[in-house]
C-alpha cells in the first residue's frame, strides 16, 4: 500500500509541474470583477441622521417663510417732534473778556500830625461832597488838657478832614486813637458813576475794534446793556499782546472792581440766514461732523449733513445748507436714530 501511495503522489507532482510550466510559458492576463460592496443604508443610526437632516431643513424652511411677517410685526416707530427752519437775519458777533474798573478814586490824607479821635465812614458806605469823616488831634493838645485851658480851646487846634467828592469808601486805613503824620492815606474813595470796562483786544484785532464803536455788555446775571468805545489805554500788555479799550456803559450799573464781563461788537449782518432749534443739530462724540434728520415722507427721516454755523438764543445757524422753510426735521427724539429711520410724529403741525 505505501508503495502505491507513492507512486500515485509522484505521479501527481509531475501533473502539477507541467501545468506550472504551460502557466509560466504563456501567462492568461488576470481579471478581477469585485462585487460591488453595498452597505445598509436603513440602518438605526443612518436613519435617526437622516430624520434629524429632514426635520431641519423643514425647521428652517418655516422660519424663512415667517421671518418677513416678523420683521413687519415688530417694527417700532420712535416718537419725536417735527420743526420748520427759520429764515432770519442775523448779526455775527465777536467776543472777548472785559473788566470792571472804576476810573476815578480819591485819596483822602491827613493835613496835621496827631491822634485820629473821631471816624465818621466805613468801608462801601456812600459819602457826600464836604462831608466830615475825621478828626485829628494834634500832639499838643494832649498835654494842654492838663492844663487849665478850656476844652473849646483844646477843640479848636483839632482839624477835621472833609470829603472832596461823592461816592464810595473803597478802603480806611484807620481807626480812633491811631497816630498818623501829615500825609498819610486815611481812606480812598471811588466815584460811583466813573465805572467803565475795560476790554482786552489781540493787537491785531484792534484796527477791526475801532471802527465798531457800539458793543453790547453780557452782565454777570445774563443781562445785557449797550456800550460804547470812549477811548483806549497808551500802553498794551506786554505778556498777553493785547490792547486796552474803554468801554462806557450807557446806563448806570453798580457792580465791584474786577469783575468779569462778556463784550460782544457786531462784525457783519448776515441776511437771509437759516436757523433751526439747538436741539435738530446732533453731532458725533467728537463733535466733528453734524447732521439733522429730515422727514422724507409721514414716517420715515434721512440724515442730512449740515455745518453749524452762529448761536442765536436757542436757535444755530445752518452754512451752506439746501433745507427750506416747507421741510420738516426732527427737533426733540432724533438722538441715536439711523438713516432711513421709521418715526411717530407727535406734534401738530
Known amino acids: 500500500m505505501n508503495i502505491i501511495t507513492g507512486i500515485t503522489k509522484t505521479k501527481e507532482k509531475g501533473k502539477r509541474k507541467k501545468e506550472i510550466r504551460k502557466l509560466t510559458s504563456n501567462p492568461q492576463p488576470i481579471t478581477r470583477n469585485p462585487q460591488p460592496i453595498t452597505r445598509n443604508a436603513f440602518k438605526p443610526g443612518n436613519c435617526f441622521l437622516f430624520i434629524s437632516i429632514v426635520i431641519l431643513m423643514f425647521f428652517f424652511i418655516g422660519c424663512a417663510s415667517r421671518q418677513p411677517a416678523q420683521e413687519a410685526e415688530v417694527s417700532v416707530k420712535s416718537d419725536v417732534s417735527v420743526c420748520k427752519p427759520v429764515i432770519r437775519s442775523a448779526n455775527n458777533r465777536i467776543s472777548f473778556q472785559g473788566v470792571t474798573r472804576y476810573m476815578q478814586t480819591n485819596d483822602i490824607r491827613s493835613k496835621m500830625t496827631g491822634i485820629i479821635t473821631r471816624v465818621n465812614c466805613a468801608v462801601a458806605e456812600n459819602i457826600s461832597i464836604n462831608q466830615a469823616l475825621f478828626t485829628v488831634q494834634p500832639q499838643e493838645a494832649a ?99 493785547t490792547q486796552a479799550f474803554i468801554i462806557e456803559p450807557k446806563m448806570n450799573i453798580s457792580l465791584a472792581e474786577n469783575i468779569n464781563l462778556t463784550i460782544q461788537f457786531i462784525a457783519e449782518t448776515i441776511q437771509n440766514a437759516v436757523f433751526v432749534p439747538q436741539s435738530a443739530v446732533l453731532g458725533n462724540e467728537e463733535q466733528t461732523r453734524f447732521w439733522v434728520m429730515k422727514l422724507i415722507n ?52
Do not use: W
Request: glycine content about 8%; proline content about 3%.
Open 298 to 349: 409721514d414716517s420715515t427721516c434721512m440724515k442730512v449733513a449740515v455745518e453749524k454755523g452762529m448761536k442765536v438764543d436757542s436757535l444755530v445757524q445752518l452754512i451752506g445748507s439746501d433745507l427750506k422753510t416747507d421741510n420738516l426735521i426732527i427737533s426733540e427724539g432724533g438722538y441715536g436714530l439711523p438713516d432711513s429711520a421709521r418715526v411717530k410724529v407727535i406734534n401738530a403741525n
Open 143 to 241: 498835654a494842654l488838657q492838663k492844663s487849665k485851658l478850656s476844652s473849646q480851646l483844646i477843640a479848636g487846634l483839632s482839624d477835621t478832614v472833609y470829603s472832596h467828592l461823592s461816592g464810595q469808601i473803597k478802603t480806611l486805613n484807620v481807626q480812633i486813637g491811631d497816630f498818623v503824620q501829615a500825609g498819610d492815606i486815611l481812606a480812598s474813595c471811588i466815584r460811583t458813576n466813573s465805572m467803565r470796562i475795560i476790554v482786552y483786544i489781540p493787537v491785531e484785532q484792534v484796527a477791526t475794534v475801532e471802527k465798531m464803536k457800539d458793543c453790547m455788555v453780557t452782565l454777570p446775571d445774563g443781562s445785557t446793556i449797550g456800550g460804547q468805545v470812549s477811548g483806549k489805554l497808551p500802553a498794551a500788555e506786554a505778556q498777553n499782546q
